[in-house]
């Protein structure tokens, strides 16, 4: 069974500054997505950033990053330039590959608040 | 694109009556949904997968007589909550993969709170 441990119940960061969020995950799959995704107060999942296991490349998306160790089972995720809307609770996810049909393995949420 | 809607977003009832909340993904087809649980300041809990066209998968310690879980189309799945009590009081999460293109991502509907009184 695979697992996701985020370390950092959590964090806060000043405006404009950068903050990483930390994720780890158990597997013995070779074939997997990574996702972060987030969760403002609406409750609205609202994806962030993905990323296939077989790609090298870290994924990015404008502001958000991430840092992908595949051999450490690290994933990551790197904001820039924090902004006041980025408050929310970050959840680390990994989902075996195949036809649509495996659920996401979440972990515990990182709850980030960004300070004024 | 990639738009999950979920209905209703909030919803009060009675102990002992039946509440059906409904999923649907709007500009994509899903062969596969997914339902979870939120409790406060927690993380999702998978309940289930819904199959279209087939019968749904549980998780171990969900009662599938109370939660009954019906995916009528490729855009639809409900979840129907029987007999309900107050500790079937949560937020419930739908979501739906897209597959193809880069790969298969999941995607949420906004939830639905429900408050059993």
């Known amino acids: 069974a695979q697992t996701v441990t985020q370390s950092q119940p959590e964090m806060s960061v000043q405006e404009a500054e950068t903050v990483t969020l930390s994720c780890t995950y158990d597997t013995s799959e070779n074939n997997y997505y990574l996702f972060w995704y987030k969760q403002p107060p609406s409750r609205q999942m609202i994806l962030v950033i993905r990323?296939?296991?077989?790609?090298?490349q870290n994924a990015t998306e404008n502001r958000f990053s991430v840092n992908f160790q595949k051999a450490a089972k690290s994933f990551s995720l790197k904001i820039s330039d924090s902004q006041l809307g980025d408050t929310a609770m970050y959840f680390c996810a990994f989902m075996k590959h195949s036809s649509g049909n495996t659920p996401l393995v979440f972990g515990k949420g990182t709850r980030l608040s960004v300070i004024a | 694109g990639a738009v999950v809607s979920q209905h209703p977003s909030w919803v009060i009832c009675k102990s002992g009556t039946s509440v059906k909340i409904e999923c649907r993904s709007l500009d994509f087809q899903a062969t596969t949904m997914f339902w979870y649980r939120q409790f406060p300041k927690q993380s999702l809990m998978l309940m289930a997968t819904s199959n279209e066209g087939s019968k749904a998968t549980y998780e171990q310690g969900v009662e599938k007589d109370k939660f009954l879980i019906n995916h009528a189309s490729l855009t639809l799945s409900t979840l129907t909550v029987t007999s309900a009590h107050p500790e079937d009081s949560s937020f419930y999460i739908c979501s739906a993969t897209l597959t193809g293109g880069p790969g298969d991502t999941q995607y949420f509907g906004p939830g639905t709170r429900l408050t059993v009184l």
């Open positions: 990323q296939e296991a077989y790609k090298q």
